[in-house]
């Protein structure tokens, strides 16, 4: 049973326009989530998290919403650039046994078109 | 600063021949993780040591073991490799207990033939 569901496996964004991804989970317990960028061949790379006492993070061009009632997280990436296509993975955290644990999704290929 | 460093990058191994992943990480952190990643399931977690001196078990242990060699350096063995084993797996590093990220490896692409 997937706790962390990335319902779309690609997206394709126009350039400059704004690129929405989305991520829901079911364990009520995480209590922080991230999102992480990969290029083929590469590992994961941190991009932006947030905490489950706020709604909105941001960072440059990088927005994360999260809504708790609907357990329901997105990336807002404004305005969207070639450089950004790549798999996003969202991740929730637990403290769970000895340590913190991430839990994945499945990720999305956005694509980017100049 | 190297970060995570993940030995050997690309390996081809018989069914049922054994292997060693190693692991070593520069950022003094106290908790490591062994992830596989495979198509359409993205990360899943295999084993992680909280600190030097403790391995636990993640969502997909069966068929691997782990040492945890000194707080730097982690370790994967497969010690009967199996077609079911070909995946990219990844290790990460980060701060124990808190609320941060963690950094990865650039992982090790595994095909079991």
């Known amino acids: 049973d997937q706790q962390v569901k990335q319902n779309s496996p690609s997206l394709s964004v126009q350039e400059g326009r704004i690129s929405i991804l989305n991520c829901d989970y079911t364990n009520s317990m995480f209590d922080y989530f991230l999102w992480y960028k990969k290029y083929p061949a590469e590992g994961p790379t941190f991009l932006i998290s947030i905490s489950s006492i706020k709604d909105k993070n941001e960072d440059g061009r990088f927005t994360v919403f999260l809504n708790k009632s609907a357990k329901h997280l997105s990336l807002h990436i404004v305005p969207s650039q070639p450089g950004d296509s790549a798999v996003y993975f969202c991740?929730?955290?637990?403290?769970?046994?000895?340590?913190?644990?991430?839990?994945f999704g499945s990720g999305t290929q956005l694509t980017v078109l100049p | 600063n190297a970060g995570v460093t993940q030995t050997p990058k690309f390996q081809v191994l018989k069914t049922g021949q054994s292997m060693t992943l190693q692991c070593a990480q520069d950022?003094?952190?106290?908790?490591m993780y062994w992830y596989r990643q495979d198509p359409g399931m993205g990360l899943r977690l295999i084993y992680y040591?909280?600190?030097?001196?403790?391995?636990d078990k993640g969502e997909v242990p069966n068929g691997y073991n782990v040492s945890r060699l000194n707080k730097r350096e982690f370790s994967l063995r497969l010690e009967s490799a199996a077609p079911s084993q070909t995946s990219v797996y990844f290790c990460a590093s980060k701060i124990r207990g808190m609320n941060t990220e963690a950094f990865f490896g650039q992982g090790t692409r595994l095909t079991v033939v």
């Open positions: 991740a929730a955290s637990v403290f769970s046994g000895s340590a913190r644990q991430l839990t």
């Open positions: 950022m003094n952190h106290n908790s």
């Open positions: 040591s909280a600190s030097e001196g403790t391995t």
